[in-house]
């Protein structure tokens, strides 16, 4: 179904945004979005389900057709920046749609033919169920349920609303529950009302969910509409001192149903909500912060365990040490430790048979709890969501590489002036906001850095991205690969965690394999003679990253035309011109052990590249003079200053993140490249300067007015410079991360200037010689990190930061003289709050101090 979906949204983008490039095949479009509109709709009834086969065949022939558009759309757009003379040589005659129209056709005889045989079987009306019986056994979180019920009593001057959030599984629905039945409870509030909200209630079946609790009405309610029946839940609770929990909020438009009725008056009014959802949460409740539910302890795990499996009764000692481990497996979920439970029930029969269920169970954790989530997400995000499963579990994933996966893979798509990478983001704060993914760490401007999940999600991702046959793990064990080689070829997407290199000696074959990607604690050199086996064995790859260093760039490579995501690791210090037959490459990352690579390809012929990273200092090719070619590319890090000119920057005109790596001072004065120019780039919000000569100090910086005007990350790094310059970057208006590194700025002291850093928010010093620092709070007012590493010499930080109303966080690492400052300044910061309440923008405040102080 998301590949139907995908596709259709893609080709109405394309219609949208790109019609010029498919102008020659309009017509087998248009028939296409047609096919797949009547496939959706087949797949959209619950019966299609029930046609395994047909519904395989579909989601084959999607992608292949995806495959064809993709292709047609990169040859139309190679060729369209072509000169009309080379146009017209090399011009190649439009894709044939025709033998796909006509699978499609085939596959629409099918369908019909299904429904015809379905429509005379006469169907049966099956009532709604039940919702399941709810156990109020709530084992640990005695702190959040004292917490929930605390707020159920306390006094307000209107409606008060109680958001409890948390992960799936994590135990929000009994924790509910379990207040709902407190006895404390019932004496408090003489009407209860449960609603459990399902993905489609209305509003009408809200109320009527309300009103059912009236014992005596004298009108048919099931008559009313829905602004009748609004009236009457407010005539009913106006008086009333009542609680409403609604439980599974999935949407902030759940909440609007139900709150039309409830005038925000009602002073002894309590509503009680569960949600996933941290926006729903946040919106129903503006007041008060959402309590969070915390996984179990290891502990209250085994003690949670134990009693759903033994009751009041003792766990015999045998099974204690066993029972631990599989409770441990369940890393805090509640849902999976009452799931797991279950099976572990099987084995009260004989002493003998219990142990060997429980054996069993303890090495099956995951495939006993892989069906335990229910999930609804929008298609855009469901894709998305799975792809988790193509890195190991508990991986820490970076989200710039996430990020460029799903827009590689096709997940992503335009949506007006909004980029992709901006979308796609949205995409993982949505995931994050429902509590499916946990951040781990933040870039100092805010935006998400890495991120993990729960083991227990990873394995329903794994599993449902491998019931659809989207994705496969391949692991070594037991001397072999699982599962065989030899059944990867209606794969699409293949992660394999070790033994990278006897996989490959295997000499595998996946005609439909999109996205190879590997995970290995080692990087392995692959051998000359086996270098073709990747091209040779994956011809669609889109997403291709493996932790394998090349010796050398196989020929085939360059024909691997539909990939858009290329990490690549070798010793080389060139890249060939043939690079560039690579056309659709969106993001490529080159990690060498050389000190400098030479491209020789021109970049801005890359028509689809957005994304250049390497850890060299890159030269590259002398880039044409006109041309549009280049629009596309946001990041280019690292560049030699000779690669810095005016021609290049005309064309990479869009670039929002730009590392300069070599002799720096022969660039500020205009030796070699120009700093200049840099000015020009008014997307660039992100520069990287790292000063690779020895010895090399720079005497000076460019005044404020050549940096790019919208600049709000800088780093500096090597450059030797005299503090005096800060005054410089304080000028640098729209500055928001100022990162100093190794050696960045010399000498003993720092006088900081009046008038400078009025937006910055975080500032980072490594590796200095710094001794006294001289600041006040003006001189940093919307300072939220301070982040101070390696630097031995500093004596104190300036106590008068600490009336800095945004600082949060403040971090030292081996800066051992300026830890008793940094302590000052915490108990200062302490003691404002404590008298004046939370200070404006700012309700807590980290001290982190390594190695920590006796």
């Not at 395989?56 to 072509?82: C, F, G, H, P």
């Not at 056994?137 to 959030?165: M, P, R």
């Not at 469901?382 to 590689?408: K, N, V």
């Not at 001189?779 to 004596?795: A, G, I, Q, V, Y």
Request: with cysteine; charged share 25%.
């Amino acid at each position: 179904m998301e590949a139907v979906e995908l596709l259709l949204d893609k080709l109405q983008q394309l219609c949208l945004y790109q019609a010029h490039l498919i102008k020659d095949c309009k017509d087998d479009v248009e028939n296409l979005e047609k096919n797949l509109q009547f496939v959706k709709a087949f797949l959209k009834d619950s019966s299609a389900k029930k046609q395994q086969t047909l519904v395989l065949q579909i989601r084959d022939l999607v992608y292949e057709m995806e495959d064809i558009i993709d292709a047609y759309v990169t040859n139309a757009a190679t060729n369209k920046s072509k000169s009309y003379f080379i146009r017209v040589v090399l011009a190649k005659p439009p894709v044939n749609f025709l033998g796909v129209d006509q699978r499609f056709q085939s596959l629409r005889r099918q369908i019909e033919t299904f429904r015809d045989a379905s429509s005379t079987t006469s169907l049966v009306q099956h009532p709604k169920q039940e919702p399941p019986i709810r156990d109020n056994l709530v084992v640990g979180l005695e702190d959040v349920t004292e917490e929930v019920k605390s707020y159920l009593t306390e006094e307000t001057n209107e409606l008060d609303v109680i958001t409890i959030v948390g992960m799936p599984g994590i135990g929000k629905t009994a924790l509910a529950w379990k207040t709902y039945a407190d006895h404390d409870v019932i004496n408090e509030f003489p009407i209860r009302i449960w609603i459990d909200v399902s993905s489609e209630f209305t509003m009408k079946e809200v109320f009527l969910a309300i009103l059912k609790h009236i014992p005596s009405l004298a009108v048919n309610i099931n008559d009313k509409n829905e602004v009748e029946l609004a009236q009457f839940v407010a005539e009913y609770l106006e008086d009333g001192h009542f609680l409403i929990v609604m439980d599974d909020v999935l949407s902030t438009d759940d909440w609007d149903k139900l709150q039309f009725a409830l005038p925000k008056s009602i002073k002894k009014g309590k509503v009680l909500i569960t949600s996933c959802n941290e926006s729903v949460a946040w919106y129903a409740s503006k007041y008060r912060s959402p309590l969070r539910v915390r996984f179990l302890t290891p502990s209250e795990s085994w003690s949670l365990l134990r009693v759903k499996v033994f009751g009041n009764l003792e766990c015999p000692t045998e099974l204690e040490d066993i029972g631990r481990l599989i409770a441990d497996q369940c890393e805090g979920l509640p849902l999976a430790i009452v799931t797991v439970a279950r099976a572990l029930l099987e084995g009260n029969l004989s002493s003998s048979t219990t142990i060997r269920v429980w054996t069993k169970v303890c090495s099956r954790v995951p495939q006993y709890t892989s069906n335990i989530f229910h999930l609804n997400l929008p298609y855009q995000l469901r894709m998305c969501f799975l792809y988790f499963g193509m890195f190991p579990s508990d991986f820490e994933i970076p989200a710039w590489t996430l990020i460029r996966m799903w827009i590689a893979e096709g997940f992503v798509q335009p949506r007006g002036s909004v980029s992709l990478e901006e979308t796609a983001e949205s995409y993982l704060k949505d995931l994050v906001s429902r509590n499916l993914v946990r951040v781990e760490k933040i870039k100092s401007n805010g935006k998400i850095k890495s991120c993990r999940i729960h083991g227990m999600l990873h394995e329903y991702c794994r599993i449902e991205a491998g019931k659809e046959g989207v994705l496969q793990q391949v692991q070594f064990s037991d001397g072999d690969f699982d599962p065989p080689i030899s059944d990867l070829s209606s794969c699409y997407r293949l992660c394999i965690t070790s033994n990278i290199l006897d996989f490959l000696a295997c000499k595998p074959s996946g005609p439909r394999v999109r996205s190879f990607v590997g995970f290995s604690h080692d990087e392995v050199c692959l051998p000359l003679a086996e270098s073709s086996t990747i091209p040779e064995a994956f011809k669609q790859l889109r997403v291709l990253a493996v932790p394998i260093k090349f010796t050398k760039i196989p020929s085939d490579m360059y024909r691997l035309v539909h990939l858009r995501f290329l990490t690549l690791s070798s010793d080389l210090a060139v890249l060939p011109a043939s690079l560039s037959k690579l056309w659709s490459i969106q993001t490529l990352t080159v990690n060498t052990t050389s000190c400098t690579l030479e491209m020789k390809a021109d970049i801005c012929q890359f028509t689809q590249l957005r994304h250049f990273k390497t850890n060299a200092c890159a030269t590259l090719a002398t880039t044409a003079k006109h041309g549009k070619e280049g629009e596309n590319l946001q990041t280019l890090a690292t560049v030699s200053p000779a690669s810095c000119t005016k021609e290049f920057f005309a064309r990479a005109c869009k670039l929002k993140k730009l590392g300069i790596r070599g002799k720096l001072s022969l660039f500020l004065d205009g030796e070699i490249g120009s700093f200049d120019c840099l000015g020009e780039l008014t997307c660039l919000e992100n520069l990287k300067l790292r000063n690779d000569v020895p010895e090399g100090q720079l005497r000076r910086l460019p005044p404020a007015n050549k940096f790019p005007p919208s600049l709000r990350n800088l780093t500096l790094a090597d450059t030797q410079l005299d503090w005096s310059e800060m005054r410089i970057l304080g000028l640098l208006k729209g500055l928001e991360v100022l990162k100093l590194k190794c050696n960045a700025f010399m000498g003993g002291k720092w006088v900081t200037d009046d008038g400078g850093f009025e937006h910055l928010e975080s500032l980072y010093i490594e590796d200095t010689d710094l001794v006294v620092w001289v600041a006040s709070a003006h001189h940093f007012p919307r300072l939220t990190t301070l982040e101070l590493r390696r630097c031995e010499k500093l004596d104190q930080i300036p106590i008068q930061l600490a009336d800095i109303p945004t600082l949060q966080f403040l971090e030292l690492y081996d800066s051992r003289h300026a830890a008793a400052s940094a302590i000052r300044i915490r108990d200062e910061i302490q003691e404002h709050m404590h008298e004046q309440g939370p200070r404006r923008n700012a309700t807590k405040f980290t001290l982190s101090i390594y190695p920590p102080t006796e």
